[in-house]
């Protein structure tokens, strides 16, 4: 597979002697050279709104790169054998000429990526030349550059399709990066036809190669797409930058809505599909009967509903794992969460953690016990039974001792009757 990783690489060959005519006059032409390339420092870092991550770069078996100069017509393919690039093919020159370096090769179809992070590697545009003409006798050396930017296209919304375009300032749909021959760079393949980069169905964060330098808009169907709260449809002139990433999403990831109290609610999502929380409690502790009233007759009426524990927790969603002493951490790839202290007030805060969410929190408040236990926690709709066949209510809650989090997940015990907060999501 590969990784997204900075790296720098050489491509060799065995010096190999080919046949010599017999009229002495002619030079001897030999296959092989020596091919040592850099790739110019990808450790970038770039969102359209603000600094989010890095893409590096690295190198897998069976890579190949295509050189070739201004004296042939096609291009050497050099292949990686996890440590060296090698051609038997490559001719050295018998006059100085000015080679060029591309990779992954000479064209590069953009068309149906899939999505993965481990397959931008492959369409992920480098391009370089050499400082000065050459006979390639005594080797190559190469610097290449990103010629391409990677989208991280986040689907928000759960069930939703997703079906990115882009186009070119001539209104022309992208399809492909070709090879400019003689010189260290790609040009723009396009199509008067709808082009789909990149088709998929559902909530997640899929990555997608693009032009880089040029101006582009980008689709998902008819739509435009969203940087934070703002939508992303055309960039400036000179396009996005080579070699870095830029988180979009195809939605709002945070937003507000009106209750039937005439009450502007803020909500925020923490990670794709999940759903949209309130950012306050309905203002009284409730029964679990009351929590779960349907439309109108719910709290904040037909707009807001109290949520699943399934909608809440398990992997990806809220979660946690054992640390040390009988505490319970973060998990990778679910919302971080930690308890802080505010005007004297103890708050869990949750942090998304996947791309479009790192900034997006969310906050529970504190209802501490007598023993000085902290409760940060919230009805579900769902039930749970005993072995008596006793139905009781589940209420996910944390529980906290000196902003150590000892307890993370559903209460399953818990009577109908008994009163607690209640944190809505938005209905959708």
Not at 398 to 420: H, L, M, N
Request: aromatic share 10%; with cysteine; hydrophobic share 35%.
């Amino acid at each position: 597979m590969k990784k997204i990783l900075y790296s720098v690489f050489m491509l060799a060959t065995m010096v190999l002697a080919a046949c010599s005519s017999d009229d002495t006059t002619e030079p001897v032409v030999k296959r092989g050279m020596v091919l040592k390339a850099n790739v110019e420092d990808t450790d970038t870092r770039a969102t359209i709104t603000d600094n989010e991550g890095k893409w590096k770069f690295a190198f897998a078996k069976d890579d190949m790169v295509k050189v070739g100069n201004d004296q042939v017509e096609g291009y050497y393919t050099f292949t990686y054998d996890g440590n060296l690039f090698t051609s038997t093919d490559a001719k050295q020159t018998a006059e100085a000429a000015n080679w060029c370096a591309f990779f992954p090769g000479e064209k590069i179809d953009l068309r149906n990526q899939s999505g993965a992070f481990a397959d931008v590697a492959k369409n992920y545009a480098l391009a370089g030349a050499t400082a000065s003409a050459t006979t390639g006798s005594d080797g190559l050396t190469v610097t290449m550059k990103a010629k391409a930017a990677v989208l991280c296209i986040v689907g928000v919304n759960k069930g939703e399709s997703l079906d990115i375009s882009v186009k070119t300032a001539d209104g022309m749909y992208v399809s492909g990066l070709t090879a400019v021959k003689n010189s260290a760079d790609f040009s723009v393949q396009k199509s008067d036809k709808k082009v789909s980069l990149l088709s998929k169905q559902g909530a997640g964060v899929y990555y997608v190669v693009v032009p880089a330098g040029v101006k582009i808009s980008v689709y998902n169907g008819d739509k435009s797409l969203y940087s934070g709260d703002k939508t992303m449809s055309t960039t400036k002139a000179d396009g996005l930058k080579a070699g870095k990433y830029y988180t979009l999403t195809t939605d709002k990831t945070t937003g507000s809505a009106t209750n039937k109290l005439g009450d502007t609610i803020g909500w925020v999502q923490l990670w794709p599909g999940g759903p949209k929380f309130a950012t306050e409690n309905v203002a009284e502790a409730m029964t679990w009967t009351d929590a779960v009233k349907p439309g109108d007759d719910f709290a904040w009426g037909k707009n807001w509903r109290t949520p699943t524990i399934d909608e809440v927790y398990g992997e990806g969603k809220l979660y946690c794992k054992d640390g040390e002493s009988g505490s319970k951490v973060s998990v990778a790839g679910s919302p971080s969460f930690s308890v802080v202290t505010e005007n004297g007030e103890e708050k869990l805060t949750l942090t998304g953690v996947q791309p479009g969410y790192t900034n997006n929190k969310l906050v529970l408040y504190n209802t501490p016990d007598k023993w000085g236990y902290s409760y940060f926690d919230f009805w579900t709709s769902s039930t749970d039974k005993d072995e008596r066949g006793v139905e009781y209510g589940v209420r996910f809650t944390v529980i906290a001792a000196e902003k150590t989090v000892y307890g993370f997940g559903p209460s399953k015990r818990d009577s109908k009757g008994s009163k607690f907060l209640v944190r809505p999501v938005l209905v959708e």
